[in-house]
Nanobody, 116 residues
Framework: QVQLVESGGGLVQPGGSLRLSCAAS????????MGWYRQAPGKQRELVAR???????NYADSVKGRFTGSRDYAKNTVYLRMNSLKPEDTAVYYC??????????WGQGTQVTVSS
């Protein structure tokens, strides 16, 4: 089992920045990829950034150039740095981990609201 705990959400004005964190615990040795998803009201959950253990990070087209995902293996933590935030970035952001047996794990979610 893998446990994921997110932090860092909140209210920010358009054009502002936030950094989300996600700390993993439990069977972390089994984790293959980690990433961030988001779900806006009335919409399906969508991929924001996916960070495999090997290879480059994949980003949704809507966040390329504005969001940066990173992994700190020593701290078992992933981050999502979000710059130039837009109202359409408002959503609940979820941390995700995929094990080497392709099992998905999810955090509890953290609300990001972009509004003036």
């Amino acid at each position: 089992q893998v446990q994921l705990v997110e932090s860092g959400g909140g209210l920010v004005q358009p054009g502002g920045s936030l950094r989300l964190s996600c700390a993993a615990s439990g069977s972390i040795f089994s984790i293959n990829a980690m990433g961030w998803y988001r779900q806006a009201p009335g919409k399906q959950r969508e991929l924001v950034a996916r960070m495999p253990t090997r290879g480059a990070t994949n980003y949704a087209d809507s966040v390329k150039g504005r969001f940066t995902g990173s992994r700190d293996y020593a701290k078992n933590t992933v981050y999502l740095r979000m710059n130039s935030l837009k109202p359409e970035d408002t959503a609940v952001y979820y941390c995700n981990a995929v094990s080497d047996s392709y099992q998905d794990y999810w955090g509890q979610g953290t609300q990001v609201t972009v509004s003036s």
